[in-house]
Nanobody, 124 residues
């Protein structure tokens, strides 16, 4: 079992920055790739960024390239999502999820574990 807990969300003004954290506990953390998803009210979740289990491969949705940066610290069992130049359209609940080894090209149904989400609100 792997437990994921997101943190770092909040209210921020447009143009600001946030760093979201996804802290994991449980066995075999190092075998899991992590993807950050976001979900708008009444919409389906969309993947925004992912990082492979060894941290060497990352991927980003076109809509966030250049503003989002994903990283992981396996010693701390944590994946980070740095979000810069925040826009009102980034307002959503952000979730992290775990899937074995690689995340690129994986469907949402393949993810084994999910966090509870953290709210990001971008507003002046």
């Amino acid at each position: 079992q792997l437990q994921l807990v997101e943190s770092g969300g909040g209210l921020v003004q447009p143009g600001g920055s946030l760093r979201l954290s996804c802290a994991a506990s449980g066995a075999r953390w190092e075998y899991y790739a992590i993807t950050w998803f976001r979900q708008y009210p009444g919409k389906e979740r969309e993947a925004v960024s992912c990082i492979s289990s060894n941290g060497r491969d990352t991927d980003y949705a076109d809509s966030v390239k250049g503003r989002f940066a994903i990283s992981r610290d396996n010693a701390k069992n944590t994946v980070y999502l740095q979000i810069d130049s925040l826009k009102p359209e980034d307002t959503a609940v952000y979730y992290c999820a775990a899937v074995t080894l690689i995340c690129s090209g994986r469907s949402e149904a393949e993810y084994d574990y999910w966090g509870q989400g953290t709210q990001v609100t971008v507003s002046s």
